[in-house]
């Protein structure tokens, strides 16, 4: 009864746009057209999305994908999903929660990461969420990454460790940055809280962010924990940047050439 009166003072509003929507926590029909879930066919380790299964390329075990990444050079971690595809539509979800104080956006994205994650936090002993660095985190207030992960451990059970990594240095953005340079710029970024390999011994670790767009923090963070004893580490993301390898027209041999040039690349 409450929560009706609520809703009669203050009517339910869409999460992206603010038009009134019948209950609280979700996307008005326009908005919820304009995101894009990702689902199969997509790559079995790092989770980017295929416009059809035939750009994947056979793993020889099962039915299993890999995109052509993958294929020639295997992620430090595990596997990797996310909820969105990071689009128009995503962005007027993650980048309001990530910068613009919207913290209550945590819990409808957790739910659908939850979903998209659900074999993931089966297997996972705990969350881990990608820290901020001190300074960062004292100009936001939050890290929109550990938010995600409280939403996700109460709605799995599965418990978050969010202090477990550290972040021991600021680092420029990396957004227009090639892979060897992300993996340079990274390099020492983390390191791990004391007591912290105590508690990763032989555990299954789940990697939680925000946006997955090349794979180089959570290749840094992962390569950090598997190096202290953790038995495997998974990343979920909010949403997944596409591989415009992938995109429409583009073709496989010559994203393999491209491969071939760009030896020092190791992440996703």
Request: hydrophobic fraction near 40%; aromatic fraction near 4%; charge should be positive.
């Amino acid at each position: 009864m409450g929560g009706v009166a609520l809703d009669t003072l203050l009517p339910p509003r869409c999460l992206s746009c603010s038009t009134i929507v019948p209950s609280q926590g979700t996307l008005c029909g326009e908005c919820f057209r304009g995101v894009t879930l990702i689902g199969s066919p997509l790559c079995h380790r790092c989770g980017v999305p295929f416009l059809h299964g035939g750009q994947g390329v056979p793993s020889g075990e099962g039915a299993e994908l890999h995109c052509p990444r993958c294929a020639l050079r295997s992620p430090e971690y595990g596997q990797a999903r996310a909820a969105y595809l990071y689009d128009a539509g995503s962005r007027r979800l993650v980048l309001p929660l990530k910068y613009g104080d919207r913290t209550e956006l945590a819990g409808p994205i957790a739910r659908q990461m939850a979903h998209a994650g659900r074999e993931l936090l089966e297997r996972a002993d705990f969350l881990v969420p990608v820290p901020l660095h001190r300074r960062r985190l004292l100009a936001r207030r939050y890290n929109q990454a550990a938010l995600l992960a409280w939403k996700l451990s109460r709605l799995s059970g599965v418990p978050c460790a969010p202090d477990l990594l550290r972040r021991r240095r600021a680092t420029q953005p990396l957004n227009k940055m090639g892979a060897a340079e992300r993996a340079a710029v990274l390099e020492g970024a983390f390191r791990l809280a004391p007591g912290a390999v105590a508690k990763l011994q032989a555990r299954h670790v789940l990697l939680v962010d925000d946006v997955l767009t090349s794979g180089a923090t959570v290749t840094a963070c992962a390569r950090l924990l598997l190096g202290a004893g953790a038995a495997r580490v998974d990343v979920l993301a909010a949403a997944r940047v596409p591989d415009p390898s992938l995109a429409d027209g583009a073709d496989l041999p010559s994203f393999r050439n491209a491969l071939d040039h760009d030896a020092t690349a190791d992440d996703v």
